[in-house]
């Protein structure tokens, strides 16, 4: 067993893959696939104002919990919808989207995700 305390994970920030998000971002990893979790991933994510990531999915789905500031997820052929902190997410098996930071500020959120993601295009980023 380990404990993170979430103020020692947002210390730990590594820069998110720049081919798979659009603006600064950053995550620290929590768990990682393996031998033993062999389709699990934990992050620690953070947007800064305006970033946001890619159209992607999960064939096991993936669940978001906002722990600062607020943001926008977007599911494919629906409305972008706004998050805060305290909001959780929850995507489907395979279901297409993305989650990012408004305008206005930074969002950082957990995120908990099955399977590895398919990456697609680039997002769209919303009115805000």
């Known amino acids: ?59 096991g789905g993936q669940l978001l919990h906002v722990i600062e500031g607020e943001g926008w997820v977007q599911a494919r052929g629906k409305a972008p919808e706004r998050i805060r902190k305290d909001d959780t997410v929850t995507s489907d098996p395979g279901e297409e989207h993305w989650h990012g930071a408004g305008g206005h500020g930074s969002m950082t959120h957990l995120a908990v995700a099955v399977g590895e993601t398919r990456w697609l295009e680039e997002s769209e980023a919303p009115a805000d």
Do not use: Y
């Open 1 to 59: 067993m380990k404990i993170t305390a979430t103020s020692e994970a947002v210390k730990s920030f590594q820069p998110a893959d720049s081919t798979h998000f659009t603006g600064p971002a950053a995550l620290s990893t929590l768990a990682q696939a393996s031998g033993q979790a062999p389709s699990i991933f934990a992050a620690v994510v953070r947007f800064e104002r305006g970033a946001r990531n890619h159209w992607h999915s999960h064939p």
